[in-house]
């Protein structure tokens, strides 16, 4: 039996996933965190490598089964392929994608996959426009990639809902409060 929890976060940019992994993190005692970027080759070239890196991850991921260690997630192959669904690379990645997720839903862990959104797409714009993030004449462009992005996500997680039921499906709208998703994050795994 699982003593040990898996978590995925993934959400558009600018949904917010920096500041919920981390509240995580700490919020949740011997979890380590990985942030993930996935591979900018939209090649043949760069399935083969993306393909590679995440077997090589799932396989990392299993060694550490029943250790008592938390894995916690900023964005895996679940980003590969929400790309490629929106045609952002010159390749499918469905079918690695999916042989990717039943790998992952056989794990000895606690799995949960959290798909962070916002209720007001409209608020994409103001958050891609802060400092550090994208240039504000352009924030507006990366809005409605990030809408897209998150209605992809959206889907992602219905599917995985209705495919895996093992795999704790949470959509966390994330435009409100800090300290009320907190607040809902730690009764989440706190009933756990």
Do not use: W
């Not at 991850?57 to 490629?84: G, H, Q, V």
């Not at 469905?94 to 959290?114: A, G, P, Q, R, W």
């Not at 352009?138 to 992809?152: C, G, M």
Request: charged share 30%; net charge negative.
């Amino acid at each position: 039996m699982a003593n040990s929890k898996i978590i995925i976060v993934e959400g558009a940019q600018g949904a917010g996933k920096t500041t919920v992994t981390d509240f995580l993190r700490y919020a949740i005692k011997y979890t380590n965190l990985y942030r993930l970027t996935g591979t900018a080759d939209s090649s043949s070239e760069g399935k083969k490598k993306a393909t590679i890196m995440y077997q090589n991850l799932l396989a990392y991921m299993k060694t550490l089964e029943n250790l008592s260690i938390n894995l916690l997630f900023d964005r895996t192959f679940f980003t590969e392929e929400n790309y490629c669904r929106l045609k952002k690379k010159e390749y499918s990645f469905t079918d690695v994608y999916e042989e990717l997720l039943k790998e992952l839903s056989t794990m000895d862990f606690d799995i949960y996959y959290i798909t962070l959104y916002l209720k007001d797409e409209t608020l994409y714009e103001k958050r891609l426009a802060r400092e550090g993030k994208a240039v504000p004449e352009y924030a507006k462009f990366k809005a409605e990639s990030s809408i897209s992005q998150q209605r992809v996500y959206l889907q992602m997680a219905e599917e995985i809902k209705q495919q895996y039921p093992n795999i704790h499906v949470i959509n966390l709208e994330n435009s409100r409060d800090i300290e009320e998703v907190q607040k809902e994050l730690r009764k989440l795994f706190e009933a756990e």
